[in-house]
C-alpha cells in the first residue's frame, strides 16, 4: 500500500478488519470527501436544567456539509464538545442507535458538559437530527462549487 493511501484512509474515518487476513491488519477504504456526501445536522436546545446563560429551549445552531459550523447566535463550547464527537458519523448517515444515543423518536440525543448541581450553570440537552434528509446544496455557486468567499 502506497503512503497516499495509508494517510487518505487514516484520514478519512473508514478502516475495519480484513475477513480474509489476519485481525491484527487493518484494511482501509477510501470514502468520497465530506462535503459530497454529509448531512446538515441540527443541534436544538429540548430541556435545560438549572440556568443556562447562553441558549434557551428551541435555540439551535447547525451542522452544514459535515463541517462548517452555522449559528446566528453565540455558540456555547460546553454545548459545542457535546456535539464535537457525534457530529461527523451522525452527519455521514450513522444511526443513533449505533452510537447508542437514540431518543424516544429516534434521533440522538446528547448533553452538554456544565454539570449545573456543581457549578449553578444549566445542562443542556440537544436533539441531533438531520436537516431534509440530506446535504444542503444551496449556496453553491452554479458550478457547484463552494461560493468564492467559503473558500
Known sequence: ???????????????????????????FKRVTPMSEQ?????????????HCPVYRVGDSFRIEEGYKLVSDRTVCLHAL????????????????????????????YVECLDPQRYT???????????????PKTEDRAEDGRPRTEDR
Not at 40 to 47: N, R
Not at 86 to 106: C, K
Not at 120 to 134: D, E, I, K, Q, V
Request: proline share 7%; with cysteine; aromatic share 8%.
Open 38 to 50: 454529509a448531512y446538515t445536522l441540527i443541534a436544538e436546545v429540548v430541556d435545560i436544567q438549572g
Open 1 to 27: 500500500m502506497d503512503c497516499e493511501s495509508l494517510i487518505a484512509g487514516l484520514v478519512l474515518r473508514h478502516f475495519s478488519f480484513s475477513q480474509f487476513q489476519s485481525p491484527n491488519v487493518l484494511t
Open 81 to 108: 464538545q457535546a456535539v464535537c464527537p457525534y457530529y461527523v458519523p451522525l452527519s455521514r448517515g450513522i444511526s443513533p442507535a449505533a452510537l447508542g444515543l437514540t431518543g424516544p423518536d429516534r434521533t440522538a
Open 120 to 134: 449553578g450553570g444549566g445542562t443542556l440537552t440537544f436533539r441531533l437530527s438531520p436537516c431534509n434528509g440530506g
